[in-house]
């Protein structure tokens, strides 16, 4: 896939009536020749750029990282805490509120014991691989800077992958290097890289998608 293959697929989207809202791009890969069932796809990618939507990080802290969460993240929630979310309506209120988590590291057994059938059911539970999973003396401005510019791809149910991956009033450039960054990170995922690759596609919230 090149650069203007993607200009050519925006153009085309162009095209459409505009919305009385600014819709968000979706780009879509669709697949092939393996089961999802057997080998099951789920990464993450940081965007090169914003993807235009407000990325909500919560964190689990003692008092030592409360005060670098505090300034940077949107949700504080301290370990006297807890026993307040024994109430799993208030941790899955918790779960849709927050897109990330972010854990410090020993307090981990407690979380995954309050939190963790909501949160694990939903795929929200803090992540290792993701660097969310942190020291009591950690500096949290990088992670959550990261994290507000990271999408989740995941197979699940479906044989495609699809991200939420910019919004049609953000420069054009940044849209396509955000679609570049994506698929060449899902190359990497598949098993037979090109060869699991049915075809990609653009699409506005509103709108049919247009093959890249």
Do not use: W
């Amino acid at each position: 896939m090149e650069k203007q293959d993607i200009q050519k697929a925006i153009a085309e989207l162009k095209k459409q009536p505009k919305k009385k809202f600014t819709q968000s791009y979706d780009f879509v890969i669709n697949l092939k020749n393996f089961s999802t069932k057997t080998t099951p796809i789920d990464f993450f990618v940081a965007l090169p750029h914003t993807k235009g939507k407000a990325v909500r990080v919560a964190v689990f802290a003692d008092q030592q990282l409360a005060e670098s969460a505090q300034k940077n993240c949107d949700v504080v929630i301290k370990e006297g805490d807890f026993p307040s979310y024994a109430d799993k309506k208030k941790v899955r209120k918790l779960s849709e509120d927050c897109d990330y988590f972010i854990a410090q590291v020993n307090l981990m057994p407690k979380i995954a014991s309050t939190f963790g059938k909501v949160l694990g059911t939903k795929g929200k539970m803090p992540n290792p691989k993701l660097g969310c999973v942190v020291p009591a003396t950690a500096n949290l401005e990088p992670l959550v800077k990261k994290l507000r510019s990271t999408v989740r791809l995941a197979t699940k149910k479906g044989t495609n992958l699809q991200c939420l991956i910019g919004k049609e009033d953000q420069p054009e450039e940044q849209v396509i290097e955000n679609i570049l960054a994506v698929y060449h990170a899902a190359l990497k995922q598949l098993p037979q890289e090109l060869q699991n690759i049915k075809n990609c596609a653009l699409k506005l919230s509103m709108s049919k998608p247009v093959k890249i």
